[in-house]
């Protein structure tokens, strides 16, 4: 257990339709970061954030965004979705923002299957 | 912007024998780390390394840093069925933000 919290772990959802996906860092951690992983792909860097402000965007779509709360905990929202949306979402964790010496901690992601 | 590189994709390899995946950046790294994930779970981090030349062994793994810190290798000896998994390798530059490469999916036949 990484101590990194996602919920759903799975979802089915139609397309054009919106979801978000919650995390909840590890303790301590002030960093967030979102990954998409799609079948035989690897992790797709999509966004991170560091106490409450983005820090680093990757490949993300204009129809996702994310923030994270003063609590720390994140939330991903995917709106207008496509059968390509379809893929693992994981939430990660760390005390910094940058590397090096910066551990990442994942959780268990959360399966996003679109109709 | 910095592409880390890993090959192979995939590899198959009888158990008891050894395994290799390599890494290769564009760009200089200033700390490269890998991470393990097991079929239907989530990436575990490993290992970083940082000094140019570095060599560091975790039992039968053995991670290596190049001496110009753009290439890196994990190197298994004498594969259990316990080591299948998919093996990504992570490098962060002048950036400091981790990019991930495409990883190597490890199958060890009994």
């Known amino acids: 257990d990484s101590g990194v919290t996602q919920t759903p772990k799975h979802l089915i959802t139609a397309t054009g339709q919106r979801v978000t996906l919650r995390c909840s860092p590890r303790?301590?951690?002030?960093?967030v970061y979102w990954y998409q992983q799609s079948l035989d792909q690897g992790l797709q860097f999509l966004i991170q954030?560091?106490?409450?402000?983005?820090?680093a965007k990757g490949n993300i779509l204009e129809r996702f965004s994310a923030q994270q709360f003063p609590d720390l905990h994140s939330e991903l929202n995917l709106s207008s979705l496509e059968l390509g949306d379809s893929a693992l979402y994981f939430c990660?964790?760390?005390?910094?923002?940058?590397?090096?010496?910066?551990?990442?901690?994942f959780g268990e992601g959360s399966w996003l299957t679109v109709v | 912007g910095q592409q880390v590189m890993q090959i192979p994709q995939y590899q198959h390899v009888q158990e008891g024998e050894d395994f290799t995946t390599y890494c290769n950046s564009s760009?200089?790294?200033?700390?490269i780390q890998w991470y393990k994930q097991r079929p239907g779970g989530h990436p575990v981090f490993l290992i970083q390394?940082?000094?140019?030349?570095e060599v560091k062994k975790q039992k039968r793994l053995t991670f290596q840093f190049g001496e110009a810190k753009k290439n890196s290798s994990l190197h298994i000896t004498a594969t259990q069925t316990t080591d299948v998994g998919t093996y990504f390798c992570?490098?962060?530059?002048?950036?400091?933000?981790?990019?991930f490469g495409s990883g190597t999916q490890l199958t060890v036949l009994p």
């Open positions: 990660a964790s760390s005390v910094l923002d940058r590397m090096p010496g910066n551990t990442i901690y």
């Open positions: 303790s301590g951690d002030l960093s």
């Open positions: 954030y560091y106490n409450g402000e983005e820090r």
């Open positions: 760009t200089t790294l200033s700390n």
């Open positions: 390394l940082v000094k140019s030349g």
């Open positions: 992570a490098g962060s530059g002048s950036a400091r933000q981790l990019t």
